[in-house]
């Protein structure tokens, strides 16, 4: 019986390829272990058949970006929500075509969280470029939400969330706010403060039920069902 040995090692030699092209193909999901896809160039193996993909290809493995529907009642400290984030959440609906890998779900940095006790689209990115475009660009990205709300509206109290309240002491933009139906507000902001559309509310006499955001810029949540996750296609921009 064989002494066990690293994949990546075993993969060396029998293909033959470096030590470091092993371990690319390993992490790219290009290596069966017995029929199953192995991503760790530290498992270890015996007599098991190892086989290298046809297709395999030593391009790395492109960062990408996750669209997350993050439910009403997800904990939303640091990497409680991305826990959430696994294979079996991964939406039927997703079309982009990118096989999934582990270290998909590894190094990812949350963009725009939401506040507290709000849902909808959450933003995970192993992409530096999406990061700073969602930092260095948060106070001109409009965000959409729908919120359901529960009082009288007085009569200018539309045009008053539209325009003319105030926020910590300090004059708010412009809001685009329209109703939805008769209980649920849309608001299409930017640079939105936590606290700032539960505050606008109350101003005019309204209480937030529930607060759902469906758009990041030019990227919407769409169809995406609650608890599940998409890629970003290569086309969406924020």
């Known amino acids: 019986m064989k002494e066990p040995v690293r994949l990546a090692k075993r993969?060396?030699?029998?293909?033959?390829?470096?030590?470091?092209?092993?371990e690319l193909y390993i992490a790219g999901g290009w290596v069966l272990v017995d029929g199953q896809v192995v991503e760790e160039p530290q498992f270890m193996v015996s007599q098991q058949k190892v086989e290298l993909r046809p297709e395999a290809t030593l391009v790395p493995v492109a960062p990408v970006t996750l669209l997350f529907h993050q439910p009403a009642d997800a904990d939303t400290s640091p990497g409680s929500a991305q826990q959430l984030i696994r294979a079996d959440t991964r939406s039927a609906d997703d079309h982009s075509g990118i096989r999934l890998l582990k270290q998909h779900f590894v190094r990812l940095t949350q963009c725009a969280p939401l506040e507290?006790?709000?849902?909808?689209?959450?933003?995970?990115?192993?992409?530096?470029?999406?990061?700073r475009k969602l930092?260095?660009?948060?106070?001109?990205?409009?965000?959409?939400?729908?919120v359901e709300v529960a009082g009288e509206l007085p009569a200018d109290g539309l045009k008053l969330l539209n325009q003319g309240l105030a926020f910590n002491g300090k004059p708010l933009p412009p809001v685009k706010v329209s109703w939805q139906n008769?209980?649920?507000?849309r608001f299409a902001l930017k640079g939105a403060q936590p606290g700032q559309i539960a505050h606008m509310c109350r101003?005019?006499?309204?209480?937030?039920?529930?607060?759902?955001?469906i758009r990041i810029g030019r990227v919407s949540m769409a169809k995406l069902q609650a608890g599940q996750w998409r890629y970003l296609m290569s086309y969406e921009r924020f």
């Open 182 to 185: 008769e209980t649920r507000l």
């Open 203 to 213: 101003s005019v006499g309204l209480q937030v039920l529930s607060m759902k955001r």
């Open 11 to 22: 993969l060396a030699e029998s293909v033959p390829c470096s030590r470091r092209e092993a």
């Open 135 to 146: 930092t260095d660009e948060a106070a001109t990205i409009e965000q959409e939400y729908v």
């Open 116 to 131: 507290s006790h709000a849902s909808g689209l959450s933003v995970f990115t192993q992409d530096y470029r999406v990061s």
